[in-house]
């Protein structure tokens, strides 16, 4: 059985930061595209970020770039959400997923993870 955890959200005020992490447990890390999604009350799940199974490529949702960093270890089996000069806009709940195809591309679309987490609450005040 496939686990997904995120970790690391709370509370934090505006231009603050908080790092995510995310655990998979239950069946192989490497190989596979993980990424980032949140969703904020009353809104759709949208697209934060996305790492490429190998680490060597990322991409950002405009709104986030040059302020959120996706990282990975894959001896830890774990993926991380760097993210600074947070905003109250950015307060959602957020989400980890591990893509459905292994030694594939990056991936944008929520349809194409397979495994996700409960989600981790961020809450950024002004």
């Known amino acids: 059985q496939v686990h997904v955890v995120e970790s690391g959200g709370g509370l934090v005020q505006a231009g603050g930061s908080l790092r995510l992490s995310c655990a998979v447990s239950?069946?192989?890390?490497?190989?596979?595209?993980m990424g980032w999604f949140r969703q904020a009350p009353g809104k759709e799940r949208d697209f934060v970020a996305t790492?490429?199974?190998?680490?060597?490529?990322?991409y950002y949702r405009d709104s986030v770039k040059g302020r959120f960093t996706i990282s990975r270890d894959n001896a830890k089996n774990t993926v991380y959400l760097q993210m600074n000069s947070l905003k109250p806009e950015d307060t959602a709940v957020y989400y980890c997923?591990?893509?459905?195809?292994?030694?594939?591309?990056?991936?944008?679309?929520?349809?194409?993870?397979?495994?996700w987490g409960q989600g981790t609450q961020v809450t950024v005040s002004s």
């Open positions: 790492i490429h199974w190998s680490g060597e490529s990322t």
């Open positions: 997923a591990i893509s459905k195809a292994r030694y594939s591309g990056l991936w944008y679309g929520a349809a194409d993870y397979e495994y």
């Open positions: 239950g069946r192989t890390f490497s190989g596979y595209t």
